[in-house]
T-cell receptor
Framework: KAGVTQTPRYLIKTRGQQVTLSCSPI?????VSWYQQTPGQGLQFLFE???????NKGNFPGRFSGRQFSNSRSEMNVSTLELGDSALYLC?????????????FGPGTRLTVL | LAKTTQPISMDSYEGQEVNITCSHN???????ITWYQQFPSQGPRFIIQ???TKVTNEVASLFIPADRKSSTLSLPRVSLSDTAVYYC??????????????FGKGTKLSVIP
């Protein structure tokens, strides 16, 4: 069974731009969660989607948004990029719920904001 | 929201048992404790999950005392390939309602030959 895939793997943007990251979960998994990982803050929960609806949200500004499609694939968008948004963005899929089930992480998208 | 605290780093020799402790003083009644392992340039990988007492699988054991304010991940006879960052995650078992998933800052384990 194929694992979680994320595209692109690397991205370089400049301040003020926006970016969209994509995540394809494991087949049959309906929950997709997003995390931001930085050396200073570690792994921080952004949000979780289930059945095309945002189920939970972490403490991030509204510039961070996401959506989930009917095939469970998910996208994450960051608008008006800031230098501090440089991070590894990880997507994780779970069968039903990130709070209940094992999360399977993708390799991440490394975003660099210049 | 349960906050977790772990040691920043640990060193161990090959073949030794390693115990990594995570503190989670305000863990909620419906929170489970999960440990993940992360290698450089990869996403975290599930190791073990527990609610109370002791859980063991083929790669690790998890010890949770009665008050559940801490948990200890035990890795038996570590090898060089166990060099990684280990994260403790505290989050609700029930998927109902709103919840957040709080990872610790991680413990960087270095296994020395």
């Amino acid at each position: 069974k194929a694992g979680v895939t994320q595209t692109p793997r690397y991205l370089i943007k400049t301040r003020g731009q926006q970016v969209t990251l994509s995540c394809s979960p494991i087949s049959g998994h309906r929950s997709v969660s997003w995390y931001q990982q930085t050396p200073g803050q570690g792994l921080q929960f952004l949000f979780e989607y289930f059945s095309e609806t945002q189920r939970n949200k972490g403490n991030f500004p509204g510039r961070f948004s996401g959506r989930q499609f009917s095939n469970s694939r998910s996208e994450m968008n960051v608008s008006t990029l800031e230098l501090g948004d440089s991070a590894l963005y990880l997507c994780a899929s779970s069968l039903i719920s990130a709070g209940t089930d094992t999360q399977y992480f993708g390799p991440g998208t490394r975003l660099t904001v210049l | 929201l349960a906050k977790t605290t772990q040691p920043i780093s640990m060193d161990s020799y090959e073949g030794q048992e390693v115990n990594i402790t995570c503190s989670h003083n305000n863990i909620a009644t419906n929170d489970y404790i999960t440990w993940y392992q992360q290698f450089p340039s990869q996403g975290p990988r599930f190791i073990i999950q527990g609610y109370k007492t002791k859980v063991t699988n083929e790669v690790a054991s998890l010890f949770i005392p009665a008050d559940r304010k801490s948990s200890t991940l035990s890795l038996p006879r570590v090898s060089l390939s166990d060099t990684a960052v280990y994260y403790c995650l505290v989050g609700p078992y029930s998927g109902a309602g709103s919840y957040q998933l709080t990872f610790g800052k991680g413990t960087k384990l270095s296994v020395i030959p």
